[in-house]
């Protein structure tokens, strides 16, 4: 069965623009969890999502926001982007957020 | 809040033994995960231990001892592939399901 699938997969933007993320969870998985992953910082966890709710949040500011439509598919967005937002943008999905999460392949998001 | 220690660099012979150690401190606990992550790819699910004792699953073994707050991550027969970034990660309970990631433990296997 398909994996989780993220779009697109590299990204460059200049500091004051926004972007956009999509992330395809494996079918069946209505759970959608959205991470940050840069070296210093290690993986934070961003939101999830389930069943079209943000049902966590993580400690990062407004500018990063999400949904999830009825088919499962989560964007995640980012408005004004700083050079801090640079990193690895990494979606997992899991059944109901539970034990396994399988991880998409991440959009590298550089901002110049 | 959570704090999860582990190594940041480990180095081991190819066909050896390693353990990696992961250490949490956590209001709650339901469940404790293993991923392993390649350079440049996305994080792949290892191991999930939510009692006590040590779970095998071929070449890996994690164990976890709840009392101690402590769990670690066993590669034997280790190949020139393990190299990679292992990630601890601990799901706290009380009602959410995500769960929070240490920093990782970059594994380096040479001949």
């Known amino acids: 069965k398909a994996g989780v699938t993220q779009t697109p997969r590299y990204l460059i933007k200049t500091r004051g623009q926004q972007v956009t993320l999509s992330c395809s969870p494996i079918?069946?998985?209505?759970?959608v969890s959205w991470y940050q992953q840069t070296p210093g910082q290690g993986l934070q966890f961003l939101f999830e999502?389930?069943?079209?709710?943000?049902?966590n949040k993580g400690n990062f500011p407004g500018r990063f926001s999400g949904r999830q439509f009825s088919n499962s598919r989560s964007e995640m967005n980012v408005s004004t982007l700083e050079l801090g937002d640079s990193a690895l943008y990494l979606c997992?999905?899991?059944?109901?957020?539970?034990?396994?999460?399988?991880f998409g392949q991440g959009t590298r998001l550089t901002v110049v | 809040g959570q704090n999860i220690d582990q190594p940041t660099e480990m180095t081991a012979t190819e066909g050896a033994i390693v353990q990696i150690n992961c250490t949490y401190q956590t209001s709650g606990f339901n469940g404790l995960f293993w991923y392993q992550q390649h350079a440049g790819e996305a994080p792949t699910f290892l191991s999930y231990?939510?009692?006590?004792g040590l779970e095998e699953k071929g070449r890996f073994s994690s164990f976890l001892s709840r009392s101690k707050g402590y769990s670690y991550l066993l590669l034997k027969e280790l190949q020139m592939k393990d190299s990679a970034s292992y990630l601890c990660?601990?799901?706290?309970?009380?009602?959410?399901?995500?769960?929070?990631f240490g920093r990782g433990t970059s594994l380096i296997v040479h001949p």
């Open positions: 997992a999905s899991s059944v109901r957020g539970g034990t396994e999460a399988f």
């Open positions: 231990n939510v009692l006590d």
């Open positions: 999502y389930f069943s079209e709710t943000q049902r």
């Open positions: 079918s069946g998985h209505r759970s």
């Open positions: 990660a601990v799901r706290e309970g009380g009602g959410s399901y995500i769960p929070t």
